[in-house]
């Protein structure tokens, strides 16, 4: 049997190339957040140095360019649960090609530094909208079998991005570059209207007929989608009975560790020093000596994280959650440690790293690699699958919110890190960071692969404890009393 085709409970086979496919259109929302998450790196020196636009940008205000992104991108993470809810996954990701627009438009035609902050935010809030509808969508469509290869396409479009306007920025100037971004959203629009809308939001509208068409749609015409409907509308009149409020929503008890685990994830990802090690990526790379200007240093960098993220894409199912951010963590903090031994003997004697060039750069790539592979799409990927249908509107975003923050402070507070702890001081308190993710990964976290996401909720304590999903495989510590209780 080709493996594009898996089998349902009734025996009739369904296809898996049709979710590749949405989930791949879904994510196209990423490649837009993705370009504009990069734009900074090829845009500082034309507009800051040379004054590109015609008029004097300081490096403190594009600091703030930079950042109005991150601020956009958390403001929007509620609303758009909100809008999820009431015009569906499909509509709210679409309506997202509008600020988009709007952002890249203000960027384009920017006649002073307001107007390049504003449209920053404005793609800030496309881009959080993303971040939360596409891997809720993704999740929603996949069968469990290939949900974590759907849900890790996000972040490998999002890479792809990064790479693209690299690569591009690196042969036009920034308002040509920002021409070519804005037509990415649009092109994404074009592209997503055709795809089904998410089956969990007609079953809960009571749209069931529309809900089996989009199961056909994703799942082939021979698909006998009748087992998968009755499993979604009980799962909905389970959530409908409980009418809890939105206080009682997040008094849980599968809620709050779906908080703790997605909020963990998230705190982690940001603290490892991702923003350092791609802040000192361009120095690392010329105090090594290695004949590479700052262009090619940083499309090195993009690079390695597409390739490393679409590893992690073919990975995800077979090795698990797990295992991939263990590793990742694990070896984050190897690298983060090399780079602040590296550090803290250049600062005491610089001839004794004259010739250890090639360790930072090891230090830097493993670093890329590792983050790409686990802490970079797994963090995204099961915040669209730990949270209920009842509190998905409200938790999620929280999560997303949470991540855009830190990562708003991080880039803010890194100058003065530096300076007061050293840049050696700065990566070794990364290494701490990325250690104690590891630990919190091992002991917390529980195995989602391969099991639906009604088995997570039970995996997670919604359901009873005799309801816990045969051969579930999260061996985590943290979670068997359910199966002491299932006993």
């Not at 809620?255 to 991702?274: D, E, H, V, W």
């Not at 361009?282 to 993009?302: C, K, M, P, R």
């Not at 091992?442 to 009604?454: D, M, R, Y």
């Amino acid at each position: 049997m080709s493996s594009f085709v898996v089998n349902n409970v009734a025996g009739e086979s369904g296809r898996k190339l049709p979710q590749y496919i949405a989930g791949l259109a879904a994510s196209g929302g990423a490649l837009a957040a993705g370009t504009f998450l990069g734009w900074t790196s090829p845009a500082e020196i034309p507009l800051v140095r040379d004054s590109e636009y015609g008029f004097t940008i300081t490096t403190e205000q594009f600091s703030w360019v930079g950042s109005m992104a991150n601020l956009g991108a958390a403001l929007m993470c509620f609303p758009i649960g909100i809008l999820m809810k009431l015009i569906g996954r499909k509509w709210a990701m679409l309506s997202m090609v509008l600020p988009l627009v709007l952002g890249w438009a203000l960027i384009i035609w920017a006649s002073n530094v307001a107007m390049l902050m504003v449209g920053r935010f404005f793609l800030g809030i496309g881009g959080g909208a993303f971040c939360i509808a596409a891997p809720t969508y993704t999740a929603e469509i996949a069968q469990s079998s290939i949900r974590g290869t759907l849900g890790t396409f996000f972040q490998l479009l999002v890479t792809v991005g990064i790479l693209f306007v690299y690569g591009v920025g690196a042969a036009v100037n920034v308002q040509v570059l920002s021409i070519i971004c804005g037509v990415i959203p649009i092109a994404f629009g074009l592209i997503f209207f055709f795809m089904p809308e998410s089956p969990h939001y007609y079953v809960e509208k009571n749209r069931y007929d529309d809900a089996s068409k989009s199961l056909k749609w994703l799942r082939g015409s021979r698909y006998d989608e009748r087992a998968e409907i009755e499993e979604l509308k009980a799962d909905d009149a389970k959530m409908r009975e409980e009418k809890i409020t939105f206080v009682q929503g997040f008094q849980q008890k599968s809620t709050i560790r779906a908080l703790i685990i997605s909020l963990g994830l998230m705190f982690f990802q940001q603290l490892s020093g991702i923003n350092a090690v791609i802040f000192y990526t361009n120095s690392i790379f010329e105090s090594a000596n290695t004949g590479l200007n700052s262009t090619d240093a940083t499309i090195i960098v993009g690079s390695i994280q597409v390739a490393a993220t679409l590893l992690s894409t073919f990975i995800v199912d077979k090795a698990g959650r797990r295992l991939l951010l263990i590793t990742s963590d694990f070896f984050m903090a190897v690298s983060t440690i090399l780079l602040a031994i590296y550090f803290q003997l250049k600062q005491s004697d610089p001839a004794q790293v004259a010739n250890l060039g090639w360790l930072p750069i090891l230090a830097v790539c493993l670093f890329i690699a590792m983050f790409s592979i686990g802490f970079g799409p797994v963090p995204w990927l099961m915040v669209g699958e730990l949270f209920a249908n009842n509190v998905k509107a409200y938790a999620s975003p929280l999560a997303g919110v949470f991540n855009w923050l830190l990562a708003f402070l991080v880039t803010k507070i890194f100058a003065s890190l530096v300076d007061a702890l050293g840049s050696a001081g700065v990566f070794w308190l990364f290494s701490g960071f990325s250690l104690l993710g590891t630990v919190f990964v091992f002991f917390i976290v529980p195995e989602t692969k391969g099991i639906s996401l009604q088995e997570i909720q039970q995996l997670l304590g919604a359901e009873k404890a005799s309801a816990e999903p045969a051969n579930s495989g999260h061996n985590n510590p943290a979670f068997d009393e359910n199966k002491t209780e299932a006993q």
